[in-house]
């Protein structure tokens, strides 16, 4: 995560949690998400492809992807890979190849300008065109056409420890064992369910979920959505508290505070310690990113008619 907007996202978090009073209005200004549980949208376009063509090499149509960012990361053109499936490409005209590409360009996640606003992302259309049966058939043929969205995509999440140097102390300036809130950004995986407790002298434990609330599937994130099965329902998690001897349990292949884990049944655990040495009593931002590929599927259906 970018170390500018690390810094952007905890000062507005703690004016948002740390201040007494205001109204709500005000609140919802200054939350560093707009928060939701979608990345990318996709739709095909009005009649491409139309709902009847016909053979006999006379009638091309296009088959047009919309991609709408309503999630709030960015994502580059090249980590964006839509592929049509459903009907031979051959039987159409077209090769293996020509059936897969990338987006045409970036589209970026939504944000909120400076009053508060949310500014919508900006559609981008991919076209596969010149579809065409050249042969004829016998009668009319149904067929179904699927259109996979396959992009890179991460989720960001921010919430708030309670930093004591007597963890036995009862009242002061905040509650060491309670639930925490969580503020995500706008993707199909959340951070859910952070809880921080005493884990003993001079050390806390927290433990939070991570849950897929998207329809999609979940990839090893750089795999493409290869589908294979040691790649699917992985995700790359990196938990951070700008804190010296903090790690988490059960991360794979990465170190003390990131690796992977698997999302089984749609969900996981993590826990963490953090050891402390501190003389004073304050709240402390815990960030968690998880970064995963991620893949969508679109389907409509075609009637292919015999021209006489």
Known sequence: MDKKLILILLATFVLVFGCQGGDDQ?????????????????????????????????????????????????????????KVSGIDPVEFGKTQEQTKMNAPEDLLGKYKDPEGNIIESNPVYVTFDDFNHESSVAGNLEYPVSAKICYKYATEAVSRLCIKSNLNEQGGVCTVTEDKQVLNSGAPIQVTQLSESVAGTNKIAFIFKIEKKGNGNIYKVGTKCSEARADADKVLVSVDTAMPNLQCAGLADGTATSGYVTLRGGSTTIRCIQQLATETSFLKVVSVKVDYDYQDEISTKILLKHAE
């Open 26 to 82: 005000s609140a919802e200004k200054l939350k560093p998400y707009i928060g939701g549980t979608t990345g990318l949208i996709a739709t095909f376009t009005e009649d491409a492809p139309p709902a009847e063509v016909y053979d006999g090499g006379d009638f091309p149509f296009d088959i047009e992807v919309k991609l709408q960012n309503d999630g709030e990361i960015d994502v580059k053109k090249e980590d964006i890979v839509i």
